[in-house]
């Protein structure tokens, strides 16, 4: 039975570096005006700790963080560690309520694919887990030697999430996957195109403060997109809180997915009725 | 393109049935068992009653104590049985080639339903939405290409997850999985897999053919799976009509060896000659022995390909029994088992197939079975043992 009032929107990674572009971002995943807004946005953490005061933010926007590298790579040496720390603080004084914002929905981990599992990136995951508990925390693995029954038994354990993707499948990327170990689900789509990771890329990516997909600016179509209204449906079914993002690099791909997609869903659910009391959560962001 | 077998793996299905008819459990600890019986077990329970450390067949009054307010379901296995039967009924719905695999266990095969159902990972969506929609419960989903590897799959991804793998994804995912996920590991062999330092299935999977055998008669079946070598079918029979069986009581009772071979090629040729009837062959073989003093024992063997021929059969049945008889003890009652059945088709060759002369012989044997009755002809190692051969079992228990 779907469970009532899961919270579910749709959007994209909410920012583009053109310049000494305020918070928040309008060129970057913002639907056109006559559209309606995105119903949320992924923004890198760097650019949310660097708004000025005198940026407006509605509180009634729905905002997920991406964390940075810093969170995805074990402290090389003290000053990184530091840094690191700073962070943490900063992440949980973002959270409470005394921030005077909306907290965000989620704080998104992406961890490279170098990033495989080993002793020392276990127990670096494990650090980070502990030092942002308590916080709507999904993680990211590029690497498929992370998808086995103890890594995800782990994150049930501690109550994070383990972003599902959709991206290039390829020797050691991950399988196609759907669980749901915590009550936020957090789904991001990073294009099917054949773009890879590399350490050229990835610079850009920081550089540019966009998202650490193997690809961007890929347009879905209609089967991709429906295929998963299915998946989407049984998870949100298992969830509280349930995201989809899109990544998207320079163009307006990532928002013009969002929308689709988010249209499917309504027109889906105005199908099927009987599902109402689980998609009134987009129902209500949407309208 | 990815694999065909699906598994339908509704893990707890006895508690999610509850909680779907009673949302106020969600998130709670709770089990199912029969409050107020004597030794009343928990039947079944919640991930949260399992995280607070309670586990199927518990003692009840145990669970009790280690969970202050832990709540009580009273069994409803009416409820349970017409879950089992929706599910299977809506796999049915998607391909004929459904096998049950105990409760709220299923194996689909979706090879060649394409045309009808889309591609096999759309169809398996469909099959979720459709069992979440009529049942309430949100069963884990895994495609592969065979059924040891969705099974592990749905293992890992549980509750209610879903994972379809490539055949490039296959190997690697089972591999990284604690050696208890593999179908067939139980806690015997987990303890003692691990005093050999294999924790994951890929260290189960990386060990030779004498490393294999030194871990117990399974040990080179439970390598095979660990690779992922699994060719069995969907079998859509029901598990009563799985299996040929026969049973002969000795008079007097035995313990020699030539006369227990003797009695097993008797039995193998009348199952045989009942298997290739239908046109199958068989996989399996088991042997189960009741000795003079009550005690029983019994051994299966898992073949590597199908046997037809009565020699064959009575070959692995000899090779079980012989693993078997580990007592000094007279044998009063012989069983053998025929299962795992798959079509006895002529192998493919090259070039012209090579009949062999046994196969002939064989093929001539039935010939005559099948037109004088079984009875007709006896081997005469059969008849200077006084043995004589019975009619065919027509299939079944």
Same mark, same amino acid.
């Given at each position: 039975?779907?469970?009532?009032?899961?919270?579910?929107?749709?959007?994209?990674?909410?920012?583009?570096?053109?310049? *000494?572009?305020?918070?928040?971002?309008?060129?970057?995943?913002?639907?056109?005006?006559?559209?309606?807004?995105?119903?949320?946005?992924?923004?890198?953490?760097?650019?949310?700790?660097?708004? $000025?005061?005198? @940026?407006?933010?509605?509180?009634?926007?729905?905002?997920? !963080?991406?964390?940075?590298?810093?969170?995805?790579?074990?402290?090389?040496?003290?000053?990184?560690?530091? &840094?690191?720390?700073?962070?943490?603080?900063?992440?949980?004084?973002?959270?409470?309520?005394?921030?005077?914002?909306?907290?965000?929905?989620?704080?998104?981990?992406? +961890?490279?694919?170098?990033?495989?599992? /080993?002793?020392?990136?276990?127990?670096?995951?494990?650090?980070?887990?502990? @030092?942002?508990?308590?916080?709507?925390?999904?993680?990211?693995?590029?690497?498929?030697?992370?998808?086995?029954?103890?890594?995800?038994?782990?994150?049930?354990?501690?109550?994070?999430?383990?972003?599902?993707? @959709?991206?290039?499948?390829?020797?050691?990327?991950?399988?196609?996957?759907?669980?749901?170990?915590?009550?936020?689900?957090?789904?991001?789509?990073?294009? #099917?195109?054949?773009?890879?990771?590399?350490?050229?890329?990835?610079?850009?990516?920081?550089?540019?403060?966009?998202?650490? $997909?193997?690809?961007?600016?890929? %347009?879905? @179509?209609?089967?991709?997109?429906?295929?998963?209204?299915?998946?989407?449906?049984?998870?949100?079914?298992?969830?509280?809180?349930?995201?989809?993002?899109?990544?998207?690099?320079?163009?307006?791909?990532?928002?013009?997915?969002?929308?689709?997609?988010?249209?499917?869903?309504?027109?889906?659910?105005?199908?099927? *009725?009987?599902? %109402? &009391?689980?998609?009134?959560?987009?129902? #209500?962001?949407?309208? | 393109?990815?694999?065909?077998?699906?598994?339908?793996?509704?893990?707890?299905?006895?508690?999610?049935?509850? %909680?779907?008819?009673?949302?106020?459990?969600?998130?709670?600890?709770?089990?199912?068992?029969?409050?107020?019986? !004597? =030794? &009343?077990?928990?039947?079944?329970?919640?991930?949260?009653?399992?995280?607070? $450390?309670?586990? #199927?067949?518990?003692?009840?009054?145990?669970?009790?104590?280690?969970?202050?307010?832990?709540?009580?379901?009273?069994?409803?296995?009416?409820?349970?049985?017409?879950?089992?039967?929706?599910?299977? =009924?809506?796999?049915?719905?998607?391909?004929?080639?459904?096998?049950?695999?105990?409760?709220?266990?299923?194996?689909?095969?979706?090879?060649?339903?394409?045309?009808?159902?889309?591609?096999?990972?759309?169809?398996?969506?469909?099959?979720?939405?459709?069992?979440?929609?009529?049942?309430?419960?949100?069963?884990? +989903?895994?495609?592969?290409?065979?059924?040891?590897? /969705?099974?592990?799959?749905?293992?890992?991804?549980?509750?209610?997850?879903?994972?379809?793998?490539?055949?490039?994804?296959?190997?690697?995912?089972? =591999?990284?999985?604690?050696?208890?996920?593999?179908?067939?590991?139980?806690?015997?062999?987990?303890?003692?897999?691990?005093?050999?330092?294999?924790?994951?299935?890929?260290?189960?999977?990386?060990?030779?053919?004498?490393?294999?055998?030194?871990?117990? *008669?399974?040990?080179?079946?439970?390598?095979?799976?660990?690779?992922?070598?699994?060719?069995?079918?969907?079998?859509?029979?029901?598990?009563?009509?799985?299996?040929?069986?026969?049973?002969?009581?000795?008079?007097?009772?035995?313990?020699?060896?030539?006369?227990?071979?003797?009695?097993?090629?008797?039995?193998?040729?009348?199952?045989?000659?009942?298997?290739? #009837?239908?046109?199958? $062959?068989?996989?399996?073989?088991?042997?189960?022995?009741?000795?003079?003093?009550?005690?029983?024992?019994?051994?299966?063997?898992?073949?590597?390909?199908?046997?037809?021929?009565?020699?064959?059969?009575?070959?692995?049945?000899?090779?079980?029994?012989?693993?078997?008889?580990?007592?000094?003890?007279?044998?009063? =009652?012989?069983?053998?088992?025929?299962?795992?059945?798959?079509?006895?088709?002529?192998?493919?060759?090259? +070039?012209?197939?090579?009949?062999?002369?046994?196969?002939?012989?064989?093929?001539?044997?039935?010939?005559?079975?099948?037109?004088?009755?079984? *009875?007709?002809?006896?081997?005469?190692?059969?008849?200077? &043992?006084?043995?004589?051969?019975?009619?065919?079992?027509?299939?079944?228990?």
């Amino acid at each position: 039975m779907p469970a009532p009032g899961c919270d579910i929107r749709f959007g994209c990674v909410g920012w583009k570096n053109d310049g *000494p572009r305020p918070f928040p971002p309008t060129a970057l995943g913002e639907p056109a005006a006559q559209e309606g807004p995105a119903e949320t946005v992924e923004v890198p953490y760097e650019k949310w700790l660097a708004r $000025g005061e005198g @940026d407006s933010w509605p509180e009634s926007r729905d905002l997920c !963080v991406r964390l940075g590298r810093r969170f995805a790579r074990p402290a090389a040496g003290m000053g990184e560690a530091r &840094a690191y720390a700073a962070d943490v603080a900063e992440c949980h004084r973002l959270a409470g309520a005394a921030a005077g914002r909306a907290s965000p929905a989620a704080y998104l981990l992406e +961890f490279p694919p170098a990033f495989a599992y /080993s002793l020392e990136t276990r127990r670096h995951l494990d650090r980070v887990l502990k @030092d942002l508990s308590g916080l709507p925390l999904a993680v990211a693995f590029f690497d498929a030697s992370w998808y086995s029954s103890r890594v995800i038994e782990g994150l049930k354990a501690r109550g994070v999430c383990l972003c599902l993707m @959709d991206a290039p499948r390829r020797l050691f990327s991950p399988p196609s996957i759907d669980v749901v170990t915590a009550p936020l689900v957090y789904v991001k789509f990073y294009g #099917r195109a054949g773009a890879t990771f590399s350490e050229e890329a990835e610079a850009r990516d920081v550089e540019e403060n966009n998202t650490l $997909g193997p690809s961007g600016d890929y %347009e879905y @179509d209609d089967a991709e997109l429906m295929a998963w209204l299915p998946r989407l449906e049984v998870l949100a079914a298992q969830a509280e809180t349930l995201r989809v993002i899109f990544a998207a690099r320079r163009g307006e791909a990532g928002a013009k997915n969002a929308r689709r997609l988010a249209g499917m869903w309504r027109e889906r659910s105005l199908r099927s *009725p009987k599902d %109402e &009391a689980t998609r009134s959560g987009s129902l #209500r962001a949407g309208s | 393109m990815g694999g065909t077998i699906l598994h339908v793996n509704a893990v707890g299905l006895m508690a999610a049935i509850e %909680e779907n008819l009673d949302r106020g459990l969600r998130a709670r600890p709770f089990v199912v068992a029969r409050e107020g019986a !004597v =030794r &009343a077990v928990v039947i079944d329970l919640s991930p949260e009653a399992h995280r607070e $450390g309670v586990r #199927r067949g518990m003692l009840l009054s145990l669970a009790l104590r280690r969970v202050p307010g832990l709540v009580v379901k009273q069994p409803r296995p009416e409820l349970y049985r017409a879950a089992d039967e929706t599910m299977w =009924r809506v796999g049915m719905s998607f391909s004929p080639l459904v096998e049950r695999a105990g409760r709220g266990h299923l194996f689909i095969d979706l090879a060649g339903t394409s045309r009808i159902n889309g591609p096999p990972e759309d169809a398996t969506q469909k099959i979720r939405v459709r069992i979440m929609d009529e049942t309430g419960i949100t069963p884990s +989903f895994a495609l592969a290409s065979s059924k040891t590897v /969705s099974k592990v799959a749905t293992r890992v991804f549980r509750p209610g997850g879903f994972v379809a793998l490539l055949p490039h994804e296959e190997g690697s995912l089972v =591999r990284l999985q604690p050696v208890e996920l593999l179908p067939g590991v139980g806690p015997v062999l987990r303890d003692r897999l691990s005093l050999l330092d294999i924790e994951d299935i890929g260290g189960l999977a990386d060990l030779g053919g004498f490393e294999a055998r030194a871990i117990g *008669p399974r040990g080179p079946d439970l390598v095979a799976r660990a690779r992922g070598i699994d060719d069995s079918p969907v079998n859509p029979e029901p598990p009563e009509r799985r299996c040929l069986r026969d049973a002969i009581v000795l008079e007097p009772d035995t313990a020699e060896a030539e006369t227990l071979r003797l009695q097993l090629a008797r039995l193998s040729a009348t199952l045989g000659f009942a298997a290739r #009837r239908e046109n199958l $062959g068989v996989r399996k073989v088991a042997v189960s022995l009741d000795y003079s003093d009550g005690r029983s024992a019994s051994f299966s063997l898992r073949l590597a390909r199908l046997l037809t021929r009565d020699d064959e059969i009575a070959a692995a049945a000899w090779t079980a029994a012989q693993r078997t008889m580990g007592r000094r003890v007279r044998v009063r =009652r012989l069983v053998v088992e025929l299962s795992e059945f798959g079509a006895a088709g002529p192998e493919l060759d090259l +070039f012209e197939p090579v009949v062999s002369k046994s196969a002939r012989l064989q093929s001539a044997l039935d010939k005559v079975h099948g037109k004088y009755g079984f *009875p007709a002809l006896t081997p005469c190692a059969f008849l200077s &043992a006084g043995l004589a051969l019975s009619s065919a079992p027509g299939g079944g228990g």
